[in-house]
């Protein structure tokens, strides 16, 4: 990325507000929440092609989770990219590629 | 990041495992909001600094709402930096830095 | 019902255990959608048809769901049925009967 | 109860539209997951005291999680009353009355 990354855009939005002061971690995480839960709600009653024929809310929900999580991140002063690779890491071992291809085993795979 | 990105990670663990065929965008939503409950979970009875003692498992949460995030994003091909820098635009006109200073009229916040 | 009703048997439930203490309204709506998450999983990557296949675990985790609602309506003095038949009012006219039988009207109903 | 149970109203109102043929139980799952944030949306931000100064959107949205659980509760032939106490049983088990006074014991109990 060449232009100023995300995380710094988001942390200048809610500066520039004064907001960081109502940002305490609970209700950060609630917020993930209710963001995620706006986002299924393009889902309820459809199937995955009906709902992917609105692109524009379904782009508008996802980030507002991911700008929820990306504020918690920032709060907790963990780094995305090596949170992720470590979870990665740990679903590796808990699902390895030899033992994984097949779908009665890993249908129904779910993270810890 | 001079590493190998972190979508570019997410998508090399779900096509090892060749789970893509699994992935329809509504259960990824689905999986979403399980995993910011999960997050969430941490937060139960209570309060921001109590759940910021166990820093493992909040990692560990976050990321995982953080993965399936990502993998709906390439699913719907949107890149993570475009949508939150368009929704932070739009947010920006919702709450305009001027007038969202006030504590009662910002506590309150909620994006669309 | 010539038993004790669900109410009573859920407060004596809590009250027996001294935790009604812990039960502040914000904790116990966080409660309610976790358990709603938790009966949610049964369906990830799934179809209605396969999530019945577990009807024992369906069973309990609606039941989580029904048992933290009561307790949250019973914080709040509200009486279930009331509220029920309240809220049945004010959707039957969002949703009068003799319009609302066109499945592209009625398939995305939601209540507010 | 005297009059008609709620039970009974919940179904007369969606057989009434015919909308019981949308109401496949995936869907109604994520129905009540997306109430329940509804209901937990008037907590973001607030403290239970600053949240209960709503009390009419707190009684509406309650009322939407329990009118889909129901719902859910009929499609699965499940009773209520019977699961609700079933559930109590089960959860006692795991937390006995004579063990479960002590705040360091109980504050984070969860039914699984």
Redesign the interface.
């Known amino acids: ?1 060449t ?1 100023q ?2 995380m710094a ?2 942390n200048q ?1 809610r500066d ?4 960081r002061q ?1 940002h ?4 950060l ?20 092609a009906e ?2 024929q609105k ?1 524009e809310r ?3 929900e ?6 929820y ?2 504020m ?2 920032d709060n ?1 002063d ?1 780094d ?2 090596e ?6 890491a ?3 071992k808990k ?1 390895p ?1 030899a033992t ?2 097949d779908l009665k085993e ?7």
């Open positions: 990325m232009d990354d995300s855009k988001i939005f520039e507000r004064h907001w109502f305490n971690e609970k209700d995480a609630i917020s993930i929440s209710l963001e995620a839960s706006e986002l299924l709600e393009l889902f309820q009653w459809k199937t995955s709902a992917k692109p379904l782009k508008e996802l980030a507002d989770v991911l700008i999580a990306y918690l991140a907790l963990l995305i990219d949170i992720i690779a470590a979870k990665l740990k679903n590796a699902y590629v994984s291809h890993t249908k129904h795979h779910s993270f810890d």
